[in-house]
């Protein structure tokens, strides 16, 4: 498969459940009360259960490899946190082919909550970034080479 700039990744969309969000902080080990307890935040005086913001990064990965398949290794991915998201809220990451490699794809890419029009509400997470490998074993360091893969081993 080949792969241009401007190319549109698929985009991604999930509504970020309550139970999502304490499920998240189980793996995690994340236990910060403004994620699950609604009584904290609402002495806090914030509207509901605050997202944790590295579900984003979460979220923008099962982007690519939903795109991309096994096959492809997220090897750089960074974003800024633009607004809060708040619990049974719905996210859609977007994004698109910004430079193409022999091996590798860079994606600009960011992560929007939806209103209740399916239009953008407001962006929570943008501009991201990330540097996609291509044709690796999904894994970490999986056919890197060098001081990262195996090879170095």
Request: negative net charge.
């Amino acid at each position: 498969m080949t792969h241009e700039p401007g190319e549109v990744v698929p985009p991604l969309e999930r509504k970020v459940g309550l139970a999502n969000m304490v499920a998240y902080a189980g793996a995690t080990w994340d236990w910060y009360r403004l994620h699950y307890d609604s009584e904290f935040v609402a002495r806090q005086q914030v509207p509901a259960p605050v997202v944790d913001g590295q579900v984003f990064g979460a979220l923008l990965v099962e982007q690519i490899q939903d795109w991309l398949g096994p096959r492809c290794f997220v090897r750089e991915l960074d974003f800024t946190f633009k607004a809060l998201v708040f619990a049974e809220e719905t996210v859609r990451c977007e994004g698109t082919v910004s430079e193409v490699g022999d091996d590798f794809l860079v994606l600009s890419q960011r992560v929007v909550v939806v209103g209740a029009d399916g239009e953008v509400d407001r962006v929570a997470a943008g501009p991201a970034r990330a540097r996609v490998l291509l044709g690796v074993a999904d894994g970490p360091g999986a056919g890197l080479g060098g001081v990262d893969g195996p090879e170095a081993r």
